[in-house]
């Protein structure tokens, strides 16, 4: 370097020059409005709202009206009737029917669910048009409608013919004591007709009330046995009337502690 020259500066390529990326704008859909969107985050957070609404509603639901529970499951109650929940009661009905019951249960189990929700399930894939519509979407929007009134219907025929009051007092829990099988009364009992709709521990069923409690005493009681009362015809009870006696007192015994 020579005084009064000045200075010489040298580049090494070595170096890299500073790079800006690019940051991860959205495209612009300005353009087209109503049609489509960013999937993130502009879909997606839609989409997190209203499920966080749907959950936060049933959340709410759970904690004012919690599920109602039934008495232990009592696998010698032949009286008692199962139910499935509400949302499958269209197909508890569909099993009602000639065709898809008895000796064509296969029909009614999995050949007819399974082209219902199989058809569902192949729709987007037969009907692939961009419309959005439902009325240019004819195929689509009439197997959902197809399906919708199905269901809607079926679950309609099977709430309107339960007896929904039997239904609620064949699950509901009743008090138990704890019965002396070896006893004398609980022998006679066992061998009359009675087991089989009030039970081996006399709680009761759909077609008939508990024993336990019931308030009424053995005069009472034997009235019943022999003249009826509600849907129980007289004459039920084939024994002498020293047995009879017995069984009253036994059954005007039972409470609950």
């Given at each position: 370097m020579h005084r009064g020259k000045g200075m010489k500066f040298v580049g090494d390529s070595r170096v890299a020059a500073p790079s800006h990326r690019k940051r991860m704008i959205p495209k612009d859909y300005s353009e087209y409005p109503g049609k489509t969107e960013a999937f993130w985050p502009n879909f997606l957070l839609k989409e997190w709202l209203v499920g966080a609404v749907f959950l936060i509603?049933?959340?709410?639901?759970?904690?004012?009206?919690?599920?109602?529970?039934?008495?232990?499951?009592?696998?010698?109650?032949?009286?008692?009737?199962?139910?499935?929940?509400?949302?499958?009661?269209?197909?508890?009905?569909?099993?009602?029917?000639?065709?898809?019951?008895?000796?064509?249960?296969?029909?009614?189990?999995?050949?007819?669910?399974?082209?219902a929700f199989g058809g569902l399930l192949l729709a987007p894939f037969i009907d692939r048009g961009p419309e959005r519509r439902p009325m240019k979407r004819p195929f689509a929007t009439g197997f959902m409608l197809l399906a919708l009134a199905s269901v809607i219907y079926l679950t309609w025929e099977a709430a309107a013919h339960e007896d929904w009051k039997k239904v609620h007092d064949q699950g509901k829990i009743v008090a138990q004591v704890e019965i002396d099988k070896n006893s004398e009364g609980y022998k006679i009992f066992s061998k009359q007709t009675c087991i089989t709709c009030h039970g081996d521990k006399l709680q009761g069923g759909a077609a008939a009330p508990s024993l336990i409690d019931t308030g009424k005493s053995p005069a009472e009681i034997e009235k019943i046995a022999q003249h009826g009362m509600g849907k129980m015809p007289p004459n039920q009870f084939k024994g002498s009337p020293d047995e009879l006696k017995k069984l009253a007192e036994f059954i005007a015994g039972l409470k609950s502690k």
């Open positions: 509603g049933f959340l709410c639901l759970t904690v004012a009206h919690p599920s109602p529970l039934e008495r232990i499951a009592d696998p010698t109650d032949t009286g008692y009737i199962p139910l499935p929940d509400w949302y499958f009661l269209f197909l508890y009905q569909l099993l009602k029917y000639s065709y898809a019951s008895g000796p064509y249960s296969i029909i009614g189990i999995i050949a007819i669910p399974g082209l």
